[in-house]
Nanobody, 122 residues
Framework: QVQLVESGGGLVQAGGSLRLSCAAS????????MGWFRQAPGKEREFVAA????????YYADSVKGRFTISRDNAKNTVYLQMNSLNPEDTAIYYC???????????????WGQGTQVTVSS
């Protein structure tokens, strides 16, 4: 069982930065692939980034590549999402999730946090 709690969301101007954190409980956190997803009002939840548990390999959606960076600290049971050059299209609720599979689809993820709101003003 893994419990996830996101933090770090907020209101930022276009061009600004935020760093999201996802704190996990559970002794097996280090063996889960971790992902970040987001959901804007009226839209489906979409993949943002993932990081593989075995070697830390990251993977990004095209829409955030070069602007966002995912990282993890297994000693702290925490995964991060550094978001730079934010634009209004990045406004959404951001969720972290854990999966034993290496995947980009929400259905592949077993555990989810409650989400944190990110709002980017123009």
């Amino acid at each position: 069982q893994v419990q996830l709690v996101e933090s770090g969301g907020g209101l930022v101007q276009a061009g600004g930065s935020l760093r999201l954190s996802c704190a996990a409980s559970g002794r097996t956190f280090s063996t889960y692939n971790m992902g970040w997803f987001r959901q804007a009002p009226g839209k489906e939840r979409e993949f943002v980034a993932a990081i593989r548990w075995s070697d830390g390999t990251p993977y990004y959606a095209d829409s955030v590549k070069g602007r966002f960076t995912i990282s993890r600290d297994n000693a702290k049971n925490t995964v991060y999402l550094q978001m730079n050059s934010l634009n209004p299209e990045d406004t959404a609720i951001y969720y972290c999730a854990a999966s034993k599979r290496w995947a980009v689809t929400p259905s592949a993820y077993d555990y989810w946090g409650q989400g944190t709101q990110v709002t980017v003003s123009s």
